[in-house]
């Protein structure tokens, strides 16, 4: 809209700057009406044609729209620049809420990531179905991180993020610190690449190879855990596989056992903790149409 109006002045101004230069140059050589007209017309083209062109520069418009401004210093953050290099879909999805926070809300460019984060979070743990073992547990302690926060914050809240639920937004700004944040944003990144990479089959196959018994078994032991420290009901719907669906309990009890289990799977040889912490975390996300037709790591 702002380069609307300016093309639209651009004209008459031009047409005072030629006409100014006109008159001037008048005073010391009288002109006829045919020399007026035609000294006229020239100058306000070439002053149209420069204060066109120097409207369309990329300095100009960085300093005009606000919009372009904005863009420069998104494609800038190492974030948001990954995901728009190796995930046309996630990047425009995080690109209209990025946008919306920062043009429209007037956010920070730090506290419009920080209360994106959920939706980063999503998108992490899709992700985590092609990323290599060390993005992996990276990312499975991270969460972990990320639920301690929560519950020192809010229990309630840290409830409400291992159900995937919404946050407050003043919980986001006031339960991650700035480097917690960034902590979170770096192990982002690790998976990005990795799926990446993952999904291109360029990944070396993960050694050593665990068998699916191996894995129930350490399922079978975390849950006997789980249920001494909680409860049997509470370790039962932990180890189902759609544990988003956990119904309404006591929330601390709930932010606790999550973070028991994985901190317990981290526990495990690296072999097995990362098959347990991404069917845990990668069971839990929402699908994408962008990676519609791959098949996950096992």
Same mark, same amino acid.
């Given at each position: 809209?702002?380069?609307?109006?300016?093309?639209?002045?651009?004209?008459?101004?031009?047409?005072?700057?030629?006409?100014?230069?006109?008159?001037?140059?008048?005073?010391?050589?009288?002109?006829?009406?045919?020399?007026?007209?035609?000294?006229?017309?020239?100058?306000?083209?070439?002053?149209?044609?420069?204060?066109?062109?120097?409207?369309?520069?990329?300095?100009?418009?960085?300093?005009?729209?606000?919009?372009?401004?904005? /863009?420069?210093?998104?494609?800038?953050?190492?974030?948001?620049?990954?995901?728009?290099?190796?995930?046309?879909?996630?990047? #425009?999805?995080?690109?209209?809420?990025?946008?919306?926070?920062?043009?429209?809300?007037?956010?920070?460019?730090?506290?419009?990531?920080? /209360?994106?984060?959920?939706?980063?979070?999503?998108?992490?743990?899709?992700?985590?179905?092609?990323?290599?073992?060390?993005?992996?547990?990276?990312?499975?302690?991270?969460?972990?991180?990320?639920?301690?926060?929560?519950?020192?914050?809010?229990?309630?809240?840290?409830?409400?993020?291992?159900?995937?639920?919404?946050?407050?937004?003043?919980?986001?700004?006031?339960?991650?610190?700035?480097?917690?944040?960034?902590?979170?944003?770096?192990?982002?990144?690790?998976?990005?690449?990795?799926?990446? /990479?993952?999904?291109?089959?360029?990944?070396?196959?993960?050694?050593?190879?665990?068998?699916l018994t191996e894995i129930q078994k350490e399922y079978r032991l975390?849950?006997?855990?789980?249920?001494?420290?909680?409860?049997?009901?509470?370790?039962? /719907?932990?180890?189902?596989?759609?544990?988003?669906?956990?119904?309404?309990?006591?929330?601390?009890?709930?932010?606790?056992?999550?973070?028991?289990?994985?901190?317990?799977?981290?526990?495990?040889?690296?072999?097995?903790?990362?098959?347990?912490?991404?069917?845990?975390?990668?069971?839990?996300?929402?699908?994408?149409?962008?990676?519609?037709?791959? #098949?996950?790591?096992?």
């Open positions: 809209m702002m380069s609307f109006w300016l093309d639209l002045l651009l004209m008459p101004a031009a047409g005072s700057i030629a006409g100014i230069v006109i008159w001037a140059l008048s005073r010391r050589h009288p002109f006829n009406d045919h020399e007026l007209l035609a000294g006229f017309s020239s100058l306000l083209l070439v002053f149209t044609l420069i204060g066109w062109g120097t409207s369309q520069s990329h300095f100009a418009r960085r300093h005009i729209d606000p919009r372009v401004r904005i /863009q420069d210093e998104l494609d800038a953050h190492p974030l948001y620049a990954t995901i728009k290099r190796l995930a046309p879909n996630d990047y #425009k999805q995080l690109h209209d809420v990025l946008m919306h926070r920062l043009l429209i809300e007037g956010q920070t460019m730090e506290e419009a990531f920080r /209360q994106t984060r959920p939706l980063l979070t999503q998108q992490g743990n899709y992700r985590l179905g092609w990323a290599d073992r060390s993005s992996t547990l990276a990312w499975a302690q991270v969460t972990v991180d990320s639920f301690k926060a929560l519950q020192s914050y809010d229990p309630a809240e840290c409830y409400r993020a291992t159900k995937g639920q919404p946050l407050a937004p003043q919980t986001l700004s006031a339960a991650f610190s700035t480097e917690a944040n960034q902590m979170f944003q770096q192990a982002l990144i690790d998976v990005y690449v990795s799926a990446d /990479q993952g999904l291109r089959n360029e990944l070396p196959p993960e050694t050593p190879r665990i068998e975390i849950r006997e855990e789980l249920a001494q420290q909680f409860g049997d009901q509470v370790a039962r /719907q932990l180890l189902r596989s759609d544990p988003m669906q956990l119904p309404i309990t006591e929330a601390p009890i709930v932010c606790a056992a999550n973070i028991a289990q994985l901190e317990a799977f981290l526990e495990r040889p690296p072999a097995i903790a990362v098959r347990l912490a991404r069917g845990t975390l990668y069971t839990n996300a929402p699908r994408s149409e962008a990676l519609h037709g791959n #098949k996950p790591l096992q």
